[in-house]
């Protein structure tokens, strides 16, 4: 079992940067599928970026060119680098982990970051 826990968020202005980390302990992140989500007031959580063995690195198009997500194997820590932020990336960003096949309900989640983008 792995714990997530993530740090790194805050107050950016409109196009700044942020970069949140997600380290984990229990288990090596690199025997899991990664991802980082976002959950907007009143919206469901929803898959921005994940790194996926055997598929690679995928991004949704609205996030392309802008976040990045990576992964440290000897810290046990993943990153999304967010740069060019908008107002409409404000969310609640959370790091996730699962073995490969799983299940939502055996997906392991990070406490979840606040990114705020405003003026």
């Known amino acids: 079992q792995v714990k997530l826990v993530e740090s790194g968020g805050g107050l950016v202005q409109p196009g700044g940067s942020l970069r949140l980390s997600c380290a984990a302990s229990g288990s090596a992140l690199l025997l899991y599928d990664l991802g980082w989500y976002r959950q907007a007031p009143g919206k469901e959580r929803a898959l921005d970026a994940s790194?996926?063995?055997?598929?690679?690195?995928k991004y949704v198009d609205s996030v392309k060119s802008r976040l990045t997500i990576s992964r440290d194997d000897a810290k046990n820590t993943m990153y999304l680098q967010m740069n060019s932020l908008k107002p409409e990336d404000t969310a609640v960003y959370y790091c996730?982990?699962?073995?490969?096949?799983?299940?939502?309900?055996?997906?392991?989640w990070g406490q979840g970051t606040q990114v705020t983008v405003s003026s």
């Open positions: 996730n982990a699962r073995l490969p096949g799983a299940d939502y309900k055996n997906y392991y």
């Open positions: 790194m996926i063995g055997g598929e690679g690195i």
